[in-house]
């Protein structure tokens, strides 16, 4: 692998600790291209190498973000105390095979299934996990017309009353216990979540691990919330951690060299760019991780491809910072283009994760934002649908006082929704939609980029989406979302795929799914941020529509 033209870079070797078999030494490297963007990095590791916050990290001492109260700080350890935990998954992924299970379905937040999906990703040819972060009733029913006398059901939360988690577990409880009976559903369950929970059940059958309540979900990745899912489904913890455990040590050192800060001050140099994580194609989960790991560090990100155009404004003064910098976190890529910065690292998947945990963590320090913010507002099921401001094609429009009268299309609306973008800002597109059966709204990102003039940060929600972290949010805000179940495409309203009694009240799944995505909807406006939501009352319809209104050439 050839090093990026031009750059520069600190790497440490890395001794492999655990695991079955012993590994060479790794090194965790980060690599710099592109000026003034790389002294300034360069800079700012050395002021945090003064301030000794990379000790200081690695012992888990909470005053390193003296903003943020109550800093969750027990990630900073949790790789070397995860090791026993190995031997624990092995033995229980043994007992599941005996009884026929080798599927994992994983119900939980999205934060936890964020972190479960980065661990699976790094076995991907031995890993079987289906995971669900939302309500979606599409998503659901067709995570359970798989395999279901094969599957192991998981079931995340760390507080144990997400209600969305709750309602999906119950839903898929139902019609799992329908397939294979209630005893041995029982017998093959799973529940991680903290000391005291609602979820925590000894003395039902059910197999409970606990979290440790000072560990924050999106850094949960080398814990139990990370580790039992995917280990379950066949992915090499032992492996990873035998990467992540000597990362922590050596990405511990006050040491300007220190990939880990090398990285933080790449991070904060780029706070007013947009940062193009170019691994959207080649490594989506650990993008999918990334993403909202960085929007809580105050950072705007961008998932796209290694050679999508990125939009951005002319800088005229060659001493400001660049307007996009790429990101190749997988060990990767090409020089940047011109007139960006470009950062890329590469380690064992272990020590991926170690790296960007520490180095978002310390970036958020510098931006004096909260890296470790809760996730999502909750829904309020009964709160009513507001009206639309008109109806085009298959899709209502929602939005508030931003869209100028007179708008009456799809097309329209987005163009005016660029329109109030604030300089250097981008465009956040939220699809609360199904990855596989709508997965053509991701081919979108080019066309709505060519159109609005805006770098698009597209993702799948509720996953792609963090909660409030007290940095500027500097993106306007499209959220799509859709109606729900239509197998025969008649538009009528379909009957309960869950078995009677199973959804929840008011009006299931569906509504709750919607009521999610208008919490989020909600907040991002009491922020003050412009916010469109279409809604495709005819997936199909709408889609379609969507299509046109986005590769229509704009009127101005």
Excluded at 70 to 90: F, K, V
Aim: net charge negative; hydrophobic share 45%.
């Amino acid at each position: 692998m050839a090093d990026t033209p031009g750059g520069d870079g600190a790497d440490l070797g890395s001794a492999a600790a655990g695991g079955s078999v012993p590994a060479p030494a790794a090194p965790v490297r980060v690599v710099l291209a592109g000026e003034p963007f790389s002294t300034a990095a360069r800079r700012i590791a050395g002021d945090l190498a003064e301030e000794t916050v990379a000790s200081r990290v690695a012992d888990g001492d909470p005053s390193v973000w003296p903003a943020v109260p109550g800093s969750g700080t027990g990630w900073t350890g949790l790789a070397r105390a995860s090791r026993p935990l190995t031997g624990q998954i092995a033995a229980l992924r043994e007992r599941f095979a005996v009884l026929g299970a080798h599927r994992v379905l994983l119900v939980g937040t999205p934060d936890a299934v964020a972190v479960a999906r980065l661990v699976a990703a790094g076995s991907p040819d031995t890993t079987r996990l289906t995971a669900l972060d939302s309500a979606d009733p599409v998503q659901v029913a067709e995570a359970l017309a798989r395999e279901p006398a094969e599957t192991v059901l998981v079931v995340a939360d760390p507080a144990g009353d997400d209600p969305v988690v709750g309602a999906v577990r119950h839903a898929v409880v139902s019609v799992l216990a329908d397939e294979i009976g209630a005893d041995a559903l029982t017998g093959r369950t799973v529940h991680l979540t903290e000391p005291g929970s609602p979820l925590d059940t000894p003395g039902t059958g059910i197999t409970v691990v606990t979290l440790d309540a000072d560990v924050p979900a999106r850094f949960g990745a080398l814990g139990p919330l990370g580790l039992v899912p995917a280990g379950l489904a066949g992915a090499d913890v032992a492996g990873l951690l035998a990467a992540a455990v000597p990362a922590a040590g050596t990405l511990g050192e006050d040491d300007p060299e220190n990939p880990a800060l090398l990285l933080a001050g790449a991070l904060a140099a780029a706070g007013g760019s947009v940062l193009a994580l170019r691994d959207d194609d080649r490594s989506p989960a650990l993008t999918a991780w990334l993403a909202p790991l960085l929007t809580a560090a105050g950072l705007a990100a961008v998932p796209t491809g290694p050679d999508a155009p990125v939009p951005a404004p002319q800088v005229a003064d060659p001493a400001a910072p660049p307007p996009v910098v790429d990101v190749h976190a997988d060990g990767t890529g090409p020089a940047p283009a011109p007139g960006h910065g470009a950062v890329r690292t590469d380690a064992p998947p272990g020590a991926t994760i170690v790296l960007w945990q520490v180095a978002a963590a310390l970036a958020a320090r510098a931006r004096r934002t909260d890296p470790f913010a809760p996730g999502l507002p909750a829904p309020d099921p009964g709160e009513p649908e507001d009206a639309p401001a008109f109806v085009d094609g298959g899709i209502a429009v929602h939005a508030d006082g931003w869209l100028p009268s007179g708008v009456d299309t799809v097309a329209g609306a987005l163009d005016a929704l660029a329109a109030v973008a604030d300089d250097g800002g981008h465009l956040a597109v939220s699809a609360w939609l199904d990855p596989e059966s709508d997965a053509s709204v991701a081919v979108l990102r080019g066309p709505l980029a060519g159109r609005t003039g805006l770098p698009i940060a597209f993702g799948w929600a509720p996953g792609c989406r963090s909660g409030d972290t007290g940095g500027p949010d500097r993106a306007v805000h499209c959220h799509l979302t859709g109606g729900g179940l239509d197998p025969d495409g008649s538009g009528a309203a379909p009957e309960d795929p869950f078995g009677a009694g199973t959804a929840p009240e008011p009006s299931g799944l569906d509504s709750l799914h919607a009521a999610q995505a208008r919490a989020v909807v909600r907040e991002q406006r009491s922020r003050g941020r412009p916010v469109l939501r279409l809604h495709l009352t005819d997936r199909l319809t709408g889609l379609v529509t969507l299509a046109r209104a986005v590769e229509t050439r704009p009127d101005h």
